[in-house]
DNA sequence: CAAGTTTGATAGACAGTGTCTACAAGGTGA
DNA sequence: TCACCTTGTAGACACTGTCTATCAAACTTG
């Protein structure tokens, strides 16, 4: 009962959007009161928690699929993945970011975030390891240059899913956009 | 009256969240009754609008308060400021960016942050201009290479707000990992 | 000046939402 | 068998945004 309406709750999420996640629309999908879902989960939150838990999930699945080569081919196979979940994902990608929604001090979704970002930050030391002739200072901790590119991944899906940037006389393509993303930071 | 009830929710939306920020408690905060309001505006997002183009409006004085100084210098000044009013205002930079609370079809807004969007990538392009051996391809458009920019700073704005970079072992200050964003693009 | 009209605020209602509580059915273990 | 505990149900409560009828004040206009 618990996994179908967690079940639920995400199909119900990838194509009613995030709004339209809500308790009372969970119960009726699966067919059961209304009140029913509080037996199985503390609240709103925490079966949202669950969900976005599942979407951190999905996305280190896309990780670990990622094809062999070098480090630098690896890492900028990772950040395309990233962008697109993001925006083939929308409304699953902005609830795993929706403080609101989810609760921060949900153990599972912490430690699922916190995996991904690890991953990432490894694939971003490799790179480093490799080219040591990196423009950006050798000092530095993988892990802080993982920080930046990550949130300037992150940025771009947001800022596109946003709509913002195709107004006015300007309407970049995301891959265009990230294409100089990835030339600041690696080319 | 309109004056008034914008006031107070910018007041309730930064001391208070932008979850807090509800028609029925600006009406009583204002002191007027829960139906009010619509009579002002056509409805809670229309409201909303206005104050996230108040926002975008504030971005904008901070951008025309920047230093003189080289094209380089003002730049990077536009990008701390950036960081620094998300991190300063949280309530409002989010507002800013939530689609689903504001109207998109909103003319101010969508000119609000269109006009903040051309000056900063004025600022990149006056930067390209001087320095010519920039790292980034000569050719591409300046505007392209400001959207990217954005999304960088904008993504580490965001980031941090949400508080999963704080996670695990590894605490980074919003400042270092603007300055490794700043030397991948400009450094 | 006075009558009509428009504006603006009010209060009530309605459909939603999350969450709490009382209650009933069914399985479990002493 | 019987107490107990789990799990689903239904109702209630306090919220929310929005719609509508009402009503007073102000403004317009003949």
Redo the contacts with the bound molecule.
């Keep these: 009962?618990r996994q179908r309406l967690i079940s639920t709750a995400t199909a119900l999420l990838t194509d009613a959007g995030v709004e339209a996640v809500?308790?009372?629309?969970i119960a009726k999908a699966a067919g059961?009161?209304?009140?029913?879902p509080?037996?199985?989960f503390t609240?709103?939150?925490e079966l949202l928690s669950v969900v976005a838990t599942r979407g951190f999930t999905q996305l280190l699945e896309r990780g670990s699929q990622l094809p062999d080569g070098t480090p630098r081919e690896r890492l900028t196979a990772a950040c395309h993945a990233y962008v697109d979940f993001a925006l083939s994902n929308p409304a699953m990608f902005e609830l795993m970011f929706r403080r609101d929604l989810t609760d921060p001090d949900e153990p599972g979704l912490a430690s699922a975030s916190s995996i991904v970002f690890d991953f990432f930050a490894t694939l971003v030391h490799e790179d480093r390891e490799v080219a040591k002739d990196e423009r950006l200072r050798e000092g530095t901790d993988s892990r802080l240059v993982a920080a930046s590119l990550w949130a300037a991944l992150h940025g771009l899906a947001q800022l596109w899913l946003w709509g913002g940037l195709a107004g006015a006389s300007f309407a970049p393509s995301p891959e265009s956009a990230l294409a100089v993303t990835l030339d600041a930071y690696l080319g």
Tied chains: 1, 2.
Aim: proline residues 0%; positive net charge; aromatic residues 0%.
């Design positions: 009962m809500t308790l009372r629309g059961v009161s209304h009140g029913a509080l037996r199985h609240g709103r939150a």
